[in-house]
């Protein structure tokens, strides 16, 4: 969810520099296909009801595999301004995730800080008794009362610096590399 609040506040970032929205649309990033398919992968691995009926190894698996196309886009399109903070974040939680297992680790107070409760099965963040790299982990929480609250980790917050940069950069001419 903090995607979401990255492209937002981009999007305010670039208006408030001088950018047009429209000039998003000649941004040229490459291989969006492959961006777009391993974050819906995941939408879909961690929703009812795959959630329910996919086993945890082959969830693990996919959602290892998705991220790592995702990294693969990403890296394709480092020249962009921003992508490598999107690159390094995403680097991370992948670190994190394979560190334990195809899982991202969170803690039983980050999840309370955000108002949900732990999932038994598959879930994309699942509370972990000492998680191999802990500090890259979901730690930090958007409190109940904000919306979309959710779990997230330092990778997370890379990422969403690194949109907030490519938007609000690409919004403005000539802002950035288009190839």
Known sequence: MLILYAVLIGVVLGFLVGGRLDRLGTLRFQWAWLAVG???????????????VIDADVGAAIYVASTAAVIVAVLRNLRLPGMPFVWLGAATNLAAVIANGGIMPTTAEA??????????GLSNSAVIANPALGPLTDIFALPAWFPLANVFSIGDVLIGVGIVIVIAIGMRAGGVERA
């Open 111 to 120: 999840l309370a800080t955000a108002g949900l409760e732990p999932i038994d």
């Open 38 to 52: 391993g974050l819906i992968v995941q939408i879909l691995l961690f929703s009812p009801p795959a959630t329910d």
